[in-house]
């Protein structure tokens, strides 16, 4: 590939991380072609003005597609293309918490396993699956890629099936990467729902209180780091081998509430383990719903208070997420390759890139801050 530019082909390319990722391939003029494939459109996935006008350039190629179907993955990786893709980055599977295990094994294992397959059997150079750090034991120690495995979310349990399935495919070049809680623009699910949260404490003038303390890590990594290892692991990582990825912030509960209570101009709390561990000792699922309802209806009002009548944003928590999990990761390996994280802290300044993305789309309400 020394004298041409590799093509590559982007499963659930329309995603938060995919939309990410094809932005920095174009911007850095890295490929000579991208097909990207997901279930949603490009015209109702809420791409920035940008990143619609690169999906629609000459140089990005969409195909919708069911990538849990074998005969519509073979499509997407044989039809119309000019020679075999040379990277494979698979960023599709279901996002959304607490589902069935019927729908993480079709959406989550089958995809990841039948899209493997489809590279192996064409002799993809590389194929990138990135996976999830709450796959591991959540410890108070940040977890290193050797450390134990416990997934302590559903999703996650599906995840580790589907990297361990992946591991046993026959002349399959893998290389799986468990980022922590992702974070920038575009995020719907990572820190979006607290940020959304901070603004219906502002739109409710009350003071903001979460579950634990503030010590609880929920280590993070911004996508604009995440696409950029992706590709940097493509030369310089090793097949086989498994990268976490996570900035140097150690990330907490009180950090992140710290920041919000500059942007938003509000007071924040926290329960306290005991007062918390009582409160899950009665039943986690009813501490989900009370704080739901405290949060969707304002939510709601203050959208429609801003001409906001539909988006996708939402400050629902889950219950498998308020668990008292730490999201400690150790994210230093991927640096004794070469590569450094741009975006070593959460700041205000990346929380308000992160909100004028959705501002933009009409998503969130102006004027909060």
Known sequence: MADRKPQVLILGGLGFIGRNLIEYLAENNLVSKIRVADKVLPDLAGLSQKQSQIVKSDLVEFKQANLAREAMVNKVFDDGVNGKFDYVFNLAGETKYSQ????????????????????????????????????????????????????????????????????????????????????????????????????????????????????????????????????????????????????????????????LENLFKIKTSFMGNMKSKLATAVAMKMVAETANEKHLKPWSELCKSKGINNTPLTPYLDEELLYNNSYAVDGSKITKTGFAYKEPKMTEASLRESIAYFIDLGFFPKGLF
């Not at 069935?100 to 002799?123: F, H, L, W």
């Not at 990138?128 to 996650?156: C, F, M, N, R």
């Not at 990582?237 to 907490?252: F, H, I, K, P, W």
Request: aromatic share 6%; proline share 2%; charged share 25%.
């Open 100 to 259: 069935t295990e019927e729908v993480y094994k079709e959406n989550i294992i089958d995809v990841s396993v039948t899209c493997a397959k489809a590279a192996a059997a064409r002799g993809v150079a590389r194929f990138v699956e990135v996976s999830t750090a709450q796959v591991y034991d959540a410890g108070k120690k940040a977890s290193a890629e050797d450390d134990k495995v416990k997934p302590w979310t559903k999703l996650a349990k599906a995840k580790l099936e589907a990297e361990e399935a992946l591991r046993k495919i026959s002349g399959l070049n893998l290389i799986i990467v468990r980022p922590a809680l992702v974070y920038g623009p575009g995020d719907i699910g990572g820190i979006t729902p607290r940020i959304i949260c901070g603004a219906v404490y502002k739109f409710l003038n009350e003071e903001m209180e979460f579950l634990w303390d503030k010590d609880l890590r929920i280590n993070t990594v911004h996508v604009r780091d995440v696409v950029a290892g992706l590709w940097h692991l493509l030369q310089s990582g090793t097949v086989g081998e498994l990268y976490n990825m996570a900035d140097q912030n150690d990330t907490s509960q009180g950090s992140v509430n710290a920041l």
